[in-house]
């Protein structure tokens, strides 16, 4: 896919790996929805920082919770931009919580956030495109979660389910040139909130020795966008974790 001129969706795009993305795609020339939940301020911030280079930025909150903001969130796009090329489903939360600490809520809050809105997005996002325009989705899962473990549990189960809907998507959506893909991000940045020496330290569990950056997924992201054959992939973003 040629990138510049084209118009993306990137969910949760106020700060962090989502503003990394979304800057990114921007310097490739392609216009951006900027949607957030609650970093007005910051998305704002990104939006301006899009616009200075040269392409359009407009702005979208929902919480993706909440069905029926969720729902409105690719009519929004296209009402504010008037078509899309591109999905980007970063938005996601991360809560810790071990099997014992489960609750039909917190069960049902991860699946809504991390599954449920990107498929509807997604859904969406296809139904929206010309018979033979060429979109692509993006998934951001996470490749720790990729493998049995036991902190995050709820989160972990609806990583691979994206995971699993990554490629199912693949598939139905491959006769009408919609390509699914995944990053799946090891360490790259630390958990919000978290101001301990944790992150740092995993650098000793990773088999290249070192956390990773936005950067890395930036170009994990650009080659699937231009990777006119590959569909129902996942890039591994997490210096060898993964093998371990
Ligand atoms: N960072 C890592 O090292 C790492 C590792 C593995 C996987 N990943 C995956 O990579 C992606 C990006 O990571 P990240 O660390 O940048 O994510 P993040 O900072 O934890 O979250 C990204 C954004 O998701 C939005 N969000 C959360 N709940 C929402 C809701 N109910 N409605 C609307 N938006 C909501 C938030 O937007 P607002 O702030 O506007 O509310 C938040 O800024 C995520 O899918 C994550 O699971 C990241």
């Known amino acids: 896919m040629q990138l510049k001129g084209k118009i993306a969706l990137v969910t949760g795009a106020a700060k962090r790996v989502g503003k990394a993305l979304a800057l990114a795609l921007a310097a490739q020339g392609v216009h951006i929805i900027v949607h957030y939940g609650r970093s007005e301020a910051e998305a704002r911030q990104t939006a301006a920082e899009i616009e200075a280079l040269g392409v359009r930025a407009w702005l979208h909150s929902a919480d993706l919770g909440d069905e029926a903001q969720m729902l409105g969130v690719v009519p929004a796009a296209l009402s504010l931009a008037g078509g899309l ?22 069960w049902e809050r991860n699946m809504r956030i991390n599954l449920k809105a990107p498929f509807f997005l997604s859904q969406a996002f296809a139904q929206s495109l010309n018979e033979g325009q060429a979109g692509t989705i993006i998934n951001l899962i996470d490749a720790v979660a990729m493998r049995p473990q036991t902190h995050h ?17 693949a598939l139905a959506l491959a006769p009408h040139h919609i390509r699914v893909n995944a990053i ?51 890039i591994r973003v997490d210096g060898g974790r993964h093998l371990i």
């Open 85 to 106: 090329d591109i999905l980007v489903n970063s938005a996601s939360i991360f809560p810790p919580e071990r099997f014992d600490e489960v609750t039909p809520q917190s």
């Open 153 to 169: 549990f709820s989160y972990a189960i609806s990583k691979r389910g994206l995971e699993a809907l990554t490629e199912n998507m």
């Open 184 to 234: 799946a991000l090891g360490a790259i940045l630390p958990a919000v909130n978290d101001n301990s020496d944790k992150f740092t330290r995993m650098a000793a569990g990773i088999p290249l020795r070192h956390t990773g950056n936005p950067q890395q997924v930036v170009d994990a992201m650009l080659y699937l966008l231009r990777a006119d054959f590959v569909t129902g992939e996942v």
